[in-house]
């Protein structure tokens, strides 16, 4: 049981004092386990209460926490710090619509490079995906789902994934690009075997990608150069969803109805599989964890 306290932020200015003062706290991105707006575009921050309970957590165990905000909250997915100027930031679409999100996007930011790390990542909420580029010293903010791409995904210094609605594509974008704000150069490197791309993993790790299909999985390796390899292809029609998974090896899935566009009515993630799980395993315990509530 991981212990917890919530901080709630009433404009951008309070953010960004409270974020400077968790700093000199001792906080740190592994501690911070959801975040989240409401309507009026406050912001809720719920962190792990003892820094001894949150050294072992790591983003795939968040993914299967309980949601700790009232219905109705905006959650954030996960902050991605290119540099000291540009944020690419994922979560509930409807949070475009609030003028906080440059303030929380950038302080995010801000804070992960403090803390000597790119990324930070929340539990899992089900929304409709939204994805933003902002540069901070200036407030531009790019609406990238409304050109299509969703589920950014981090691939070290070499670039940005993405998936984009309604296609059985993964694109990346150049790290150079993506700085510079060449938001039009995505490049299809993948072209799934099993229809469209409904939800990507949140994360590399060990420079491998789970797509989440309309027809199944696909694992994909990423090569230094930039080119997908793919390294395993299952159908499935249970509507599991791969989110996230542990640095050992255990996944976090949930359950969904697969749709066109992603997956509707989406559920919290169970941790499934054993340490150093493999593709092959990991099949194995999702049928088997399906059976089983069947």
């Not at 499934?272 to 593709?279: L, T």
Request: hydrophobic share 40%; aromatic share 8%.
């Amino acid at each position: 049981m991981i212990r917890t306290r919530t901080l709630h932020f009433t404009s951008g200015l309070t953010f960004t004092g409270g974020m400077k003062t968790l700093l000199r706290q001792g906080l740190c991105p592994e501690e911070m386990l959801f975040l989240a707006f409401d309507s009026k575009g406050d912001v809720n921050l719920q962190v792990s209460r003892f820094p001894d309970h949150a050294v072992q957590l790591q983003p795939g165990h968040k993914l299967a926490l309980k949601l700790p905000f009232e219905e109705g909250s905006f959650y954030l997915d996960a902050a991605h710090s290119l540099n000291h100027k540009v944020v690419v930031v994922n979560g509930d679409r409807r949070i475009g619509q609030l003028p906080s999100l440059v303030d929380v996007g950038v302080w995010m930011s801000w804070f992960v490079e403090k803390s000597g790390t790119r990324s930070v990542f929340f539990g899992c909420a089900p929304h409709s995906p939204g994805s933003w580029w902002i540069h901070g010293p200036d407030e531009r903010v790019v609406e990238l789902h409304s050109r299509g791409f969703v589920d950014i995904v981090v691939a070290g210094g070499r670039g940005l994934l993405a998936r984009r609605s309604f296609e059985p594509y993964l694109y990346m974008l150049p790290m150079a690009d993506a700085v510079a704000g060449k938001l039009e150069r995505w490049k299809k490197v993948y072209t799934s075997p099993l229809g469209n791309l409904l939800l990507l993993e949140r994360r590399i790790v060990d420079d491998r990608l789970l797509l989440n299909c309309r027809e199944g999985l696909v694992e994909v390796k990423l090569e230094t150069e930039g080119e997908v390899v793919e390294q395993g292809v299952q159908p499935l029609d249970c509507g599991c969803a791969v989110v996230g998974r542990v640095a050992e090896g255990t996944f976090a899935v949930c359950k969904g109805e697969p749709v066109d566009w992603g997956y509707d009515q989406l559920s919290p993630a169970t941790l499934v599989g054993v340490k150093d799980c493999s593709f092959e395993h990991l099949i194995k315990a999702i049928k088997k964890m399906s059976k089983s509530k069947n």
